[in-house]
């Protein structure tokens, strides 16, 4: 933690904001800066340094804001703590999935895939097929990188497109040893993506927080209605986000044995 981040706070009848700015160059040759609701992750971002620190600082003081002088900003979290809290002994939690890809996987095989997930996810949902094919994670497959990550913040669509990636080349290409697999996909405390997508779902309830965290709205917003208005109602609960799972080949869809011809009824057992 750096006492060298200045923590502003603003509130009225409408307004509870924080904003931070540390008082040290970042490797951009920027300043960092932290802005966003008070008690929730803030978003940050990189600034010019004309104007200069203390020009935006009497900025903001100007405009209402108050020096908050016995806190800082945990740059891990991307929260407000006390200024005298001790960093916590156990793992950060995870921000991103980080995959690696074995050079037997070709650029051709990964554009079918690619191709194939972005019309199999089109035919269940457009509009979630041209969010997926905006992500970062998924231009850096396109562009054949075999090593980066998906940020949470990019939503459940990175996860499950991670999934859906190690999944389709362990069925590929299965006749071919290699050890470890052909895709590895690990978080940011080098735990492995579970097997089953049964056992994703502190992934994509994370992912969700952190992707309307990333865009304004409220830590829960994703599981309550007021979802649909900005188009994020397949993120409103598990049983939704399975439905693209499916739709990008993460699991099957399960069968409707109502509609089958059977001729015996031992057919299926």
């Given at each position: 933690?750096?006492?060298?981040?200045?923590?502003?706070?603003?509130?009225?009848?409408?307004?509870?904001?924080?904003?931070?700015?540390?008082?040290?160059?970042?490797?951009?040759?920027?300043?960092?800066?932290?802005?966003?609701?008070?008690?929730?992750?803030?978003?940050?971002?990189?600034?010019?340094?004309?104007?200069?620190?203390?020009?935006?600082?009497?900025?903001?003081?100007?405009?209402?804001?108050?020096?908050?002088?016995?806190?800082?900003?945990?740059?891990?979290?991307?929260?407000?703590?006390?200024?005298?809290?001790?960093?916590?002994?156990?793992?950060?939690?995870?921000?991103?999935?980080?995959?690696?890809?074995?050079?037997?996987?070709?650029?051709?095989?990964?554009?079918?895939?690619?191709?194939?997930?972005?019309?199999?996810?089109?035919?269940?949902?457009?509009?979630?097929?041209?969010?997926?094919?905006?992500?970062p994670v998924?231009?850096?497959?396109?562009?054949?990188?075999?090593?980066?990550?998906?940020?949470?913040?990019?939503?459940?669509?990175?996860?499950?497109?991670?999934?859906?990636?190690?999944?389709?080349?362990?069925?590929?290409?299965?006749?071919l040893f290699?050890?470890?697999?052909?895709?590895?996909i690990a978080?940011?405390?080098?735990?492995?993506?579970?097997?089953?997508?049964?056992?994703?779902?502190?992934?994509?309830?994370?992912?969700?927080?952190?992707?309307?965290?990333?865009?304004?709205?409220?830590?829960?917003?994703?599981?309550?209605?007021?979802?649909?208005?900005?188009?994020?109602?397949?993120?409103?609960?598990?049983?939704?986000?399975?439905?693209?799972?499916?739709?990008?080949?993460?699991?099957?869809?399960?069968?409707?044995?109502?509609?089958?011809?059977?001729?015996?009824?031992?057919?299926?057992?």
């Open positions: 933690m750096s006492n060298d981040i200045a923590v502003f706070h603003f509130a009225d009848d409408r307004s509870d904001k924080v904003w931070a700015i540390d008082s040290t160059i970042n490797q951009s040759g920027e300043y960092t800066v932290w802005y966003g609701r008070n008690g929730s992750k803030l978003r940050h971002d990189s600034v010019s340094i004309s104007p200069d620190r203390v020009a935006r600082i009497n900025e903001k003081l100007n405009s209402g804001y108050v020096r908050l002088k016995d806190r800082t900003i945990d740059a891990e979290t991307c929260r407000m703590i006390s200024i005298h809290q001790e960093t916590e002994t156990t793992d950060s939690l995870p921000t991103s999935l980080w995959y690696r890809i074995h050079d037997q996987v070709s650029l051709a095989d990964m554009s079918d895939f690619l191709k194939s997930t972005v019309s199999n996810l089109a035919a269940y949902d457009k509009r979630q097929s041209e969010y997926l094919q905006a992500t998924y231009k850096l497959l396109q562009f054949g990188n075999s090593n980066g990550c998906a940020e949470y913040k990019e939503g459940p669509l990175g996860v499950l497109l991670l999934f859906a990636l190690r999944r389709y080349f362990q069925e590929k290409v299965e006749h290699h050890s470890g697999g052909l895709v590895q978080d940011d405390n080098n735990n492995m993506l579970p097997d089953r997508f049964e056992d994703l779902g502190d992934y994509i309830t994370d992912s969700c927080r952190q992707l309307f965290n990333e865009l304004g709205f409220d830590d829960e917003m994703f599981i309550l209605p007021t979802a649909k208005p900005v188009g994020m109602e397949h993120y409103s609960s598990i049983k939704t986000i399975k439905q693209l799972a499916i739709a990008m080949g993460c699991i099957n869809a399960p069968i409707d044995l109502s509609v089958l011809q059977i001729e015996t009824k031992a057919a299926f057992f």
